[in-house]
Every structure is written in structure tokens, then in C-alpha cells.
Nanobody, 115 residues
Framework: QLRLVESGGGLVQAGGSLRLSCAASGSNFRANVMGWYRQAPGKLRELGATITSGDSTNYADAVKGRFTISRDNVKNTGYLQMNSLKPEDTAVYYC?????????WGQGTRVTVSS
């Protein structure tokens, strides 16, 4: 059974950096698309960034220029490098991965940015 496990969240001061990881297990196939979404308290889940199997990337305006999405297809792991963090980046960050027509989600990792 395919699983996605996020890690790397935590508490950081404004202006700091964190690197999130999303490890996929249980599949011998490469995800078509991997993505990072986030959900702040009291808000809807929103897009952070996505990356295709061909390494084409897409970023939400709120994170463009500060966050970088990448993937290691050998390790079956996706990453989100987050720099210049702001208090408004505080949220639970979820990774997802699309295999064929099926979208899988991880359990989330919490990021808290203090001012």
C-alpha cells in the first residue's frame, strides 16, 4: 500500500528556513506529479507548489521566490525548501503524489513561524 510520510516541520523564527521531505513507499512507479499544500488554522487547504515527473514546477504566488520544490526519483522523495519564512507561512504542510489517476496524501507536518 502506498504511503507518503512528511517530515522536517517545526518551529522557526521569521526569516529562517526549513526543508520539508515527503518519502513515498509501497510503489515501484514514479509519481506523475508531486505537490505541497498547506492549511492554516481556520483556512482552506491551499496550493504551495507542484513538480511533475519531468521536473516542471509551479508555485503559488504567496511562496514564489522563497520556496523551492524538488524531487529525488531514486529515493522516491519530494522536498520543499522554504526560505525567508514569514508568520503567515504557519500551517500544516501536506504532500501529495499522483500515480495514474489516484491522488495520495500524507498526514501532514506542522510548520510554525514566530515573529
Amino acid at each position: 500500500q502506498l504511503r507518503l510520510v512528511e517530515s522536517g516541520g517545526g518551529l522557526v523564527q521569521a526569516g529562517g528556513s526549513l526543508r520539508l521531505s515527503c518519502a513515498a513507499s509501497g510503489s515501484n512507479f514514479r509519481a506523475n506529479v508531486m505537490g505541497w499544500y498547506r492549511q492554516a488554522p481556520g483556512k482552506l487547504r491551499e496550493l504551495g507548489a507542484t513538480i511533475t515527473s519531468g521536473d516542471s514546477t509551479n508555485y503559488a504566488d504567496a511562496v514564489k521566490g522563497r520556496f523551492t520544490i524538488s524531487r529525488d526519483n531514486v529515493k522516491n522523495t519530494g522536498y520543499l525548501q522554504m526560505n525567508s519564512l514569514k508568520p503567515e507561512d504557519t500551517a500544516v504542510y501536506y504532500c501529495n503524489a499522483k500515480y495514474g489517476f489516484v491522488l495520495h496524501w500524507g498526514q501532514g507536518t506542522r510548520v510554525t513561524v514566530s515573529s
